[in-house]
């Protein structure tokens, strides 16, 4: 298991300094000038040439990444040009919201599909499977933005059951937060629950036609034992695959639907930071959410190992 972690972990170097390549790039090539955002648009092209010298904007772009990488290695991810604050300090405040949202919609997704799933792979070309296969199509087709107005409208609007928007840390009021984390959870988990759906089908209809199952059925096992206990672990490995390259999904659906719920997280810092040319917040929001999904991977290859001895003999 240490020799599969030394591994994974050996490939996830050069993948991160490529993002960080690509984060540096493309933030960079966004149109606008930071120096506008510290001045304000009626300062003098002077002004904002000696701004430009004090923020280095006037070396080579090469140079510029070898000092932000360098500070960021140190664990300074610069200032807010908006605001002055350090840009760690705001990541840390709105990630715990992030991470939140993104492990309650994977819950979701996880309770709706899989034995959404393991239902339709039971009962196959029935009406059971034929309403999974659709409930599953309509989940992926909608857009997360549509989703969120969708739930707000009908569970906000109309029952009055929840409320539309808001925040409150979860260790200040429990309550509270778990019932505005509700409609974002659904919006994002809704999706992803589709696409487990299929997936766990797919796994169970292969699973449930092996000799092990046959044989187990044979000898007398109750069916839920060789449904959960020999068919259900067989099947999760491609199902915990599709969790994991969806990680990156999840957090990209965050970011639209903290926007539509005011949820103080990441996707919000990013939106914000976009509308307002902060290139810093921008940089160190998107860098963040790269390690994020790239450290997701890597517990999903090492789940891999839990799940399948095979894996860890490789």
Do not use: C
């Not at 099947?235 to 639209?256: C, D, M």
Request: glycine share 8%; hydrophobic share 55%.
């Amino acid at each position: 298991m240490l020799r599969l972690l030394a591994s994974r972990i050996a490939q996830v170097i050069p993948v991160l300094f490529v993002m960080s390549l690509a984060v540096f790039a493309l933030t960079d090539l966004l149109p606008g000038d930071p120096t506008i955002t510290v001045l304000g648009e009626n300062a003098t092209p002077q002004q904002r040439e000696v701004l430009r010298k004090e923020m280095g904007l006037d070396r080579p772009a090469p140079l510029r990444y070898l000092d932000w990488m360098g500070r960021t290695l140190s664990g300074d991810l610069g200032r807010s040009l908006r605001t002055r604050e350090p840009v760690t300090a705001m990541i840390a405040a709105r990630l715990p919201v992030t991470v939140e949202l993104t492990i309650l919609s994977m819950l979701v997704a996880s309770l709706i599909g899989i034995p959404l799933g393991i239902a339709a792979a039971l009962k196959p070309n029935s009406w059971i499977d034929f309403a999974v296969s659709v409930t599953a199509l309509a989940g992926m087709a909608l857009p997360f933005f549509w989703a969120g107005i969708l739930l707000i409208r009908l569970f906000s609007i109309q029952l009055g059951w929840l409320p539309p928007s808001g925040y409150v840390p979860i260790w200040v009021d429990p309550v509270r937060n778990l019932t505005l984390m509700v409609l974002p959870s659904l919006t994002v988990g809704g999706a992803m629950a589709g696409l487990i759906m299929r997936q766990t089908r797919s796994a169970m209809l292969q699973t449930l036609g092996q000799d092990f199952i046959r044989t187990a059925r044979a000898k007398g096992v109750p069916e839920r034992t060789v449904v959960v206990r020999h068919g259900l672990r067989s099947a999760l490995l491609p199902v915990v695959t599709v969790i994991g390259l969806q990680s990156g999904a999840l957090i990209g659906g965050a970011v639209v639907t903290e926007t539509i719920f005011s949820l103080p997280g990441l996707g919000t810092m990013i939106v914000d930071g976009i509308f307002q040319r902060d290139f810093a917040v921008i940089q160190g929001a998107l860098l963040t959410v790269v390690l994020a999904v790239v450290v997701v991977n890597l517990l999903t290859d090492l789940t891999y190992g839990l799940l399948d001895r095979r894996v860890r003999l490789a």
